[in-house]
């Protein structure tokens, strides 16, 4: 930077602009970093957006630099930087990808499920998509080798595809909507898979709490689960009205002559109804749980309580840490 202005008294670049201890204030934040539109956005613009956060974090930006200018740097540095590392995201794996990619997925899984070939292809498709997503959110203080990625891609899948397979076998003869939700269960199956297995390090090593002065106390195990957990649910309800709602609205639909004479259109007809769902769902789901997650000092292992205690008394009631998308 050169000739740096001091930023203006009062403002700071990393205080949420709405009250993160409610659903509504998350919803708004969500609403703003996860916006497909970033997606579009060239990479050196992220660059310089990454570039002017941190200069304002130190107490500078750029002369004539409006506050409009610093958030909108900052919207794009959340969409598109790991909060825990700072380092920039793969494209697939951001939560503002999830509506251009998810809508496409989802929507031919809910229309190729008829044929056993077309859902393990599908499926094979989702879970792929899934991996991305799982290990570009996951704690990045807590790494996981090529292996376990393997293994957890491998396992997730396969759960994915024992579910829907099985299922799409046993609802031949069952009324054909519930086909159609076939796809739905095995998301949720696999999700409950995937999600764990793709973070199973800080499952087994714990990851890093802090006090609320983000002064950091130790590692827990079971704040990594509590977190997961929450994450686990938030996928299954991203997915949950799409996948539920739409499969009863094309029932009804493709009853009409108009809908059984355009029969091609089906396939993008319920990628764009995906979408809409999607594009609210992605930053509501996500907005369920609070980001910066806490637990309580009494539910922590007790090693990790007795050293907190012993160090800072009865002045640590909780902990926090980040618990992923």
């Not at 297995?197 to 090593?205: A, G, L, S, V």
Request: with cysteine.
């Amino acid at each position: 930077y050169t000739n740096m202005a001091t930023v203006s008294l009062g403002f700071n670049i990393d205080s949420p602009r709405w009250d993160q201890s409610t659903f509504v204030g998350r919803l708004k934040h969500f609403l703003n970093i996860t916006d497909p539109r970033t997606v579009l956005v060239p990479e050196e613009e992220l660059d310089r957006a990454k570039a002017l956060v941190e200069g304002c974090r130190a107490g500078l930006v750029p002369p004539g630099s409006s506050q409009e200018q610093l958030l909108y740097a900052k919207k794009l540095y959340d969409s598109a930087f790991h909060p825990d590392s700072g380092e920039k995201m793969n494209l697939i794996g951001r939560m503002s990808f999830q509506v251009p990619g998810g809508m496409a997925i989802t929507g031919f899984m809910l229309q190729f499920y008829r044929t056993v070939p077309a859902v393990v292809f599908w499926q094979w498709v989702n879970q792929s998509f899934n991996a991305f997503v799982n290990y570009t959110n996951r704690n990045a203080a807590s790494p996981i080798s090529l292996r376990q990625i393997g293994v957890a891609y491998v396992t997730a899948t396969s759960a994915a595809l024992a579910t829907a397979v099985g299922l799409n076998l046993y609802t031949k003869r069952a009324p054909p909507l519930l086909a159609r939700w076939v796809p739905f269960a095995a998301v949720a199956a696999a999700n409950c898979v995937n999600i764990p297995m793709m973070r199973q390090q800080e499952i087994i090593n714990g990851i890093t709490v802090t006090d609320e002065n983000n002064n950091e106390l130790g590692r827990s195990r079971r704040a990594a689960v509590k977190g997961i957990a929450q994450v686990v649910l938030s996928r299954i309800t991203m997915a949950a009205p799409g996948m539920i709602i739409l499969p009863i609205i094309m029932e009804r639909l493709e009853k009409f002559p108009f809908m059984q004479r355009i029969r091609v259109l089906h396939g993008p007809l319920q990628v764009l109804l995906c979408g809409g769902f999607l594009l609210f769902m992605v930053p509501a789901a996500c907005a369920l749980f609070p980001q910066r997650c806490s637990l309580a000092l009494a539910d922590l292992e007790v090693e990790l309580r007795d050293s907190i205690v012993a160090k800072h008394g009865d002045k640590v009631p909780y902990v926090y840490f980040n618990k992923g998308l």
